[in-house]
């Protein structure tokens, strides 16, 4: 009768899902309509040929204006009270290559707020990365900033239709 007894409880058991088991992983950009935006840019100092502020102005501008255009209304740039969209890129110079070409990386992350023991603090809820190669002579601001909002925009849209 034990014997019975624990294989009627196993068979029981195996239909009845166990937290975060049988539950589907919450997409942090599902109904997301809202958020603040931040570019930050590491730049190698051996590239000269290109002005690192006018390379980040432009990608600051490019990636608002593709998150705009997808209908993300925008609160801003990154604040420590809301979640944001942060565009992370690195531009580097070979130092065998004489600063022609420059090798690049983007990364965009959604970062939120999240509840952590008794405290809160900023994670990373959602990310993606791309990689790249340019001549300094085509090494544009604008690119990398439409780069991050098209990786966002392709997740966002996935996530929402």
Same mark, same amino acid.
């Given at each position: 009768?034990?014997?019975?007894? #624990? %294989? *009627?409880?196993? *068979? ?5 899902? %166990? !937290?975060?088991? #049988?539950? #589907? ?19 190698? !100092?051996?590239?000269?040929?290109? =002005?690192?502020? =006018? $390379? ?20 801003? &740039? $990154?604040? !420590? ?10 531009? $580097? @110079?070979?130092?065998? &290559? ?6 690049? =990386? ?13 405290? @809160? ?12 190669? *340019?001549?300094? !002579? ?20 996935? #996530?929402?239709?």
């Amino acid at each position: 009768m034990k014997f019975l007894t #624990a %294989v *009627a409880l196993a *068979a029981v058991m195996l239909w009845v899902p %166990v !937290d975060g088991v #049988a539950q #589907a992983q919450r997409n942090p950009l599902t109904g997301l309509t809202t958020m603040g935006q931040q570019v930050s840019i590491q730049w190698h !100092d051996r590239i000269t040929r290109v =002005s690192e502020k =006018s $390379f980040t102005r432009e990608a600051e501008r490019a990636f608002e204006l593709g998150l705009l255009r997808i209908g993300i209304t925008l609160e801003g &740039d $990154f604040s !420590d009270e809301g979640n944001y969209l942060a565009c992370y890129g690195q531009v $580097f @110079s070979h130092p065998e &290559d004489n600063g022609l070409r420059v090798a690049y =990386s983007s990364e965009v992350r959604y970062r939120e707020i999240v509840t952590v023991g008794g405290g @809160s603090q900023f994670a990373t809820t959602w990310n993606t990365t791309a990689l790249g190669i *340019a001549r300094v !002579d085509k090494l544009s601001g604008t690119e990398l900033g439409e780069q991050c909002a098209e990786m966002f925009e392709i997740a966002w849209r996935r #996530a929402n239709n």
